[in-house]
T-cell receptor, first 114, second 114 residues
Framework: KAGVTQTPRYLIKTRGQQVTLSCSPISGHRSVSWYQQTPGQGLQFLFEYFSETQRNKGNFPGRFSGRQFSNSRSEMNVSTLELGDSALYLC?????????????FGNGTRLTVT | AQKITQTQPGMFVQEKEAVTLDCTYDTSDPSYGLFWYKQPSSGEMIFLIYQGSYDQQNATEGRYSLNFQKARKSANLVISASQLGDSAMYFCAMRERRTDKLIFGTGTRLQVFP
């Protein structure tokens, strides 16, 4: 069974641009979550989607948005990029939601904003 | 508010020895799950082990075991017979039923030496 696939692996953008990251979950998984990882802030939760609906959201500005498609694939968009958005963005999927459902992560997209 | 604390920024262990990585948590939700993840330098987050708040026995998965002490709110990871490939960052995480967000600790960098 294929794991969580994130594309692209690396991205370099300039301030003010926007970017879209893609995530394909494990086959059959309906929940997709996104995390931002930086050396200073660690792993921070962005949002979670289940059956095309956003179920949960972290404390990020509105420049960060996402969506999930009917095939459970998800995209995350960041508009008006800032230098501080440079990070590793991790996508994770799970079969169901709930406190007993482990997340399975992809390899991440490393975004560099110059 | 839910919180995860990992007080060991770094740990060293000799190959074939056992090592314990500490994790304490705080929550007012009686239903929660505790997870450990491994993150090698390549960046992927690998799910290792899960413990439910109502589980009576400590979870084990191969060389990994979780020392769950509910009254102390601790969920330490024990790695037996360390291998060079165990060198990585290790994250403790918790997911409450109420908020359903998986939050992470700051991580412990484990280095295994020959």
């Amino acid at each position: 069974k294929a794991g969580v696939t994130q594309t692209p692996r690396y991205l370099i953008k300039t301030r003010g641009q926007q970017v879209t990251l893609s995530c394909s979950p494990i086959s059959g998984h309906r929940s997709v979550s996104w995390y931002q990882q930086t050396p200073g802030q660690g792993l921070q939760f962005l949002f979670e989607y289940f059956s095309e609906t956003q179920r949960n959201k972290g404390n990020f500005p509105g420049r960060f948005s996402g969506r999930q498609f009917s095939n459970s694939r998800s995209e995350m968009n960041v508009s008006t990029l800032e230098l501080g958005d440079s990070a590793l963005y991790l996508c994770a999927s799970s079969l169901i939601t709930g406190e007993d459902s482990p997340l399975h992560f992809g390899n991440g997209t490393r975004l560099t904003v110059t | 508010a839910q919180k995860i604390t990992q007080t060991q920024p770094g740990m060293f262990v000799q190959e074939k020895e056992a090592v314990t990585l500490d994790c304490t948590y705080d929550t007012s939700d009686p239903s929660y799950g505790l997870f450990w993840y491994k993150q090698p330098s390549s960046g992927e987050m690998i799910f290792l082990i899960y413990q439910g708040s109502y589980d009576q026995q400590n979870a084990t998965e191969g060389r990994y075991s979780l020392n769950f002490q509910k009254a102390r709110k601790s969920a330490n990871l024990v790695i037996s017979a360390s291998q060079l490939g165990d060198s990585a960052m290790y994250f403790c995480a918790m997911r409450e039923r109420r908020t359903d967000k998986l939050i992470f600790g700051t991580g412990t960098r484990l280095q295994v030496f020959p």
